[in-house]
């Protein structure tokens, strides 16, 4: 007996706390509840109703047999069994035989965790769901409906007799999805393999990844059909609508769509895509061959081609229609537009009623291109004959290859362009730019608003500009050039005359002439105007630069406000050169002498011949030279070279920063050196930093050095040679540094030697003569009175004996062994015994090296009287003579220029006096130099001369003929010397001074072959010509292998016949040269450049 325990029926049990077992042998325990006979309710809340039901802990079984054996478990209904954990089995015989199975139905069956509802419905494998009649499910599979079967694990099988295999769906009645992941919608909807899609009644997907919609739809493998009896029936087809029909790779879109080839697209109503790649799109669109596409009611595409809009038409292979009723019917046409019409091969016609033939272009509404190649675009654009080009409104292009580009353009002549509304290009090769633009000539050019080309190969560019003459050409607004070969560039530029040239706004030119530069004026025959407001009025006048003026013949005026007269030179900003052949080259630059040289900021040559280049450097007087910054040569041929230098006298030299050179013929040459003669007759010179030469004859070289004479007098001539050395009296000379000769007629040589006395001498470093005709000589040796003679140093010195005043000897014996046999002996301070010393002898040494000074001056003179360039472009070399003299002394030069290239001269010189023995050495009197010299600036060349008519080259041919004639007559002359030459020379030995005779005269026959090929048009006077130089070449050749070493008397010989035969060619060079200079003959030459001119013979030795 337990606490509210109840206990109904035989032998019921209520064993525990609110047990309740009511019935006969039933059984609860606590808290549970059996009701039936043999109930049991044996586990704690169990409830058990029913004859015989079992229920354990907390769970319920409910009607006769029912089991729930297992906790918190369900089994309702006859013999029902809830075995395990959560099992729920409802109905007669339902079974859940495994934790948390649901079965609900008679017969019907659960495992773990799965459901089964139905009368026999099966679900055997975990997370199975069964629902229906006989219904089947395994492993995570779902089945509904009478007979459903879902057989593989993850299967949907939805629909009576349904079925669904591997993580397959099949919804409706008897639907199939018996492949892994397939669908099968619909009744009797068929999906057979992996992946296959069924959806609709019948609809069937026959292959792997294949899907059908729509009742009958059909797909197999990677195929898609939509819609009532769609048929993809090839891999990856696709077929939408109904009927529709697509094989391997298509797409058919549409009712009764039909993409029969393989690749093809059909879209619309009975689109039709026959072949390989067709593509139909559009109700009856029929694309009937490979590659072909028709988009567009009832359009049509034959092989490659392409027809876009209703009833377009696409029939030529590889032709594109486009647009209502378009037509390519040929090969590659291509035809946009309504009832545009490709009509032949290559054709292309695009805008409405477009019309275009072989390989032409037509675009634009009722653009006609019917000439073969043509091309037309524009509205009412005509194109019609071959290659021709019509674009923009209403253009007519009838030119073959012809262009007309703008509203009512026209062009009418063969490769005629015309560009801009209304432009006109009328003839053959013209070309009209620009609105209204006329070119109405063969190859005439206009471009420009109402521009006018009128004459053949005219050009106009700009508005209303006009190129009226042949070959003119214009450009600009309002220019004008009106004649033949005129050019005019610039606005209102006027080219009047021919060959005018004309450039800048307002620019003006006439015959041959040039004018750049706003308002430039070029009036004169062959003048040249640059700048703004240049002016070149005369012939052959050139103007560069604002304002520039050239105003006479030949004039060239270069730089802003430059002036240039006759045959002058003005280069830089107000520059004049007013003088005739004058050259002004700097700012503010004057040449106002004939011939005059000014180059420099602010230099001015006013004398004739007259030579200033620096800044504010000055050339006054005839025949001057001033070079350097501030150089003044104020004299008839002063030279004054170097920074604030001036020579003032006629024919002085003054060189080196102020450098003075005060009266006629004087030299200074140095920084601040002085050479002034004091208008004796005797030249002065100064040679060093500092030096100073004053009093007539005097020289002074090196730095500091002075030779002046001190006593005011006209007389001169003395000479200090050495850094600050003094010559100060008259006739006096000084040799050596700080050498001192103070006295008149006195010598000092050595370093800081002084001879201070009336005819004193001192020899040697720091040696003294104060004396009255007293003669120091040694280093440091001085005398002590007058006549006195003193040899030695200062420490160790000896003063002869027996000297007597006026230099006679009173013990002249002593020194004469022939009479006693006897001399007297000197001793330096190392004891070496010397005798035999006569000062006469010095004496004269010192003068003759005096003498050797001045031979070297005067060839350093004459050296400069040789040629240091060649000055013609049409010369090789040029050599030349000079001669030298100071005081009393002369030199000869000889000395040469070679040119190297276009622009630079090697050159080198030797210069010959006597050689001077002075007694203690030799002077040479030979002296040579060798340099290199080297232009800056442009190198102008010369102009080509311009052409003639007929009648005077017929002149010039007469002429030539005679001329060749002369020509072979001297050849002849020469040939005879040749001969005779070789006949001298068969006998001798070869040496190098022969081979250099031949090598010469090959080059210069070869020079002659240079000159004689400009007659290329008188091809028989030059064979003849051609042929006797061949004789002379071979005769050179004889002359090469037999020719011997003349002796000096032969050599001589040779080379005087060598100098006639170089007379006889030049004399020959010269009557050409002399047959070029005539005008009316000159332009049928060749270029100045290569025309035939005299040059000079190059020097055998």
Known sequence: MT????????????????????????????????????ASATGAQAVAVGDDSVATTQSIATGASARANGATTVAVGYDANAVTLNGIAVGNSAQATDENATAIGALSSATTNAVAAGVSAQATGTSAVAIGDDTRATDNAVAVGISANATAAQAVAVGDDSVATTQSIATGASARANGATTVAVGYDANA???????????????????????????????????GVSASATGASAVAIGDDSVA???????????????????????????????????????????????????????????????????????????????????????????????????????????????TSSVAMGNQAVANGSSSVSIGKFTTASTTDAV???????????????????????????????????????????????????AVRAVAVGTESSASKADAVAVGSSTEAAGVSSVAVGLDATASTINAIAVGNSAQATDDQAIAIGAKSTATTNAVATGPSAEASGVNAVAIGLDATAVTLNGIAVGNSAQATDEEAIAVGNLSTATTSSIAMGNQSVANASSSLAVGRQAQATGINSIAQGVSASASGLRSTAIGQTSGADSTDSTAVGTNAQASATGATAIATNSAAQGRN????????????????????????????????????????????????????????????????????AIGSRSQALGEDSSAFGLEADALGARSTALGTQSSATALNSTALGAGARADYFGSTAIGAGAATWRSNQVVIGTQSSNYALPGLAPGGNYVGKANQNPSINGTRILTTDANGVLGTGFDPDFVESSIQQLGQGIKSQVAMSAALSAVPT?????????????????????????????????????????????????????????????????????????????????????????????????????????????????TSK???????????????????????????????????????????????????????????????????????????????????????????????????SLPPSDASIVAVPVKPVF
């Open 3 to 38: 606490l509210n325990g109840i206990a109904v029926g035989n032998s019921a049990q209520a064993t525990d706390e609110n047990a309740t077992a009511i019935g006969a042998l039933s059984s609860a325990t606590t808290n549970a509840v059996a009701a039936g006979v043999s």
């Open 192 to 226: 057979v393999t992996l992946n296959g899609i069924a959806v609709g009644n019948s609809a069937q997907a026959t292959d792997e990844n294949a899907t059908a919609i729509g009742a009958l739809s059909s797909a197999t493998t990677n195929a898609v059909a939509a």
């Open 247 to 357: 094989t391997t790779q298509s797409v058919a879109t549409g009712a009764s769509a039909r993409a029969n080839g393989a690749t093809t697209v059909a879209i619309g109503y009975d689109a039709n895509a026959v072949t390989l790649n067709g593509i139909a799109v559009g109700n009856s669109a029929q694309a009937t061959d490979d590659q072909a596409i028709a988009i567009g009611a009832k359009s049509t595409a034959t092989t490659n081609a392409v027809a876009t809009g209703p009833s377009a038409e696409a029939s030529g292979v590889n032709a594109v229609a486009i647009g209502l009723d378009a037509t390519a019917v040929t090969l590659n046409g291509i035809a946009v537009g309504n009832s545009a019409q490709a009509t032949d091969e290559e054709a292309i016609a695009v805008g409405n009623l477009s019309s275009a033939t």
């Open 390 to 440: 019509a674009i923009g409104s209403s253009a007519i292009a009838s030119g073959v290859q012809s262009i007309a580009q703008g509203r009512d353009s026209g062009a009418a002549g063969s490769n005629a362009s015309s560009i801009g509304t209304n432009s006109r290009a009328a003839n053959a090769n013209s070309i009209a730019f620009g609105t209204s633009a006329r070119s109405n």
């Open 652 to 719: 002085s030299i003054a060189v080196g920063t102020s450098a003075r050179a005060v009266t006629s013929s004087d030299v200074a040459v140095g920084t601040n050196s002085v050479a002034d003669s004091q208008q004796g007759p005797f030249a002065a010179t100064a040679v060093g930093r500092g030096a100073q030469a004053r009093g007539q004859g005097t020289i002074a070289i090196g730095e500091g050095a002075q030779a002046i004479n001190q006593g005011g007098t006209s007389a001169g001539g003395a000479v």
């Open 869 to 981: 360039y060649v000055p013609s472009d049409d010369e090789f070399a040029r050599c030349g003579i000079g001669a030298g003299g100071a005081s009393s002394v002369g030199a000869a030069s000889l000395g040469c220029a070679i040119k190297i290239g276009n622009r630079a001269s090697l050159n080198g010189a030797v210069a010959i006096s006597n050689n001077t023995d002075y007694g203690y050495g030799t002077l040479s009197g030979t002296v040579g130099r060798v340099g290199l010299t080297f232009p800056l600036g442009v190198i102008h060349k010369k102009a080509t001369p311009a052409s003639v008519d007929d009648q005077a080259i017929a002149a010039l041919v007469t002429q030539r003929d005679a001329q060749i004639t002369s020509l072979n007559e001297q050849i002849s002359d020469l040939t005879d010397q040749i001969e005779a030459l």
């Open 985 to 1083: 020379a068969s006998s001798e030995q070869p040496n190098e001074q022969t081979d250099q005779l031949i090598q010469v005269l090959r080059e210069q026959i070869s020079e002659l072959e240079s000159q004689l090929s400009d007659y290329s048009d008188l091809a028989a006077a030059n064979q003849e010509l051609n042929d006797k130089l061949a004789q002379l070449q071979a005769q050179i050749s004889a002359l090469e292998a037999a020719a011997s070493a003349p002796p000096s008397s032969q050599i001589s010989d040779l080379e005087d016949r060598l100098n006639r035969q170089d007379e006889l060619i030049q004399k020959l060079l010269n009557r050409l040269e002399a047959s070029n200079a005539s005008p009316s003959i000159q332009s």
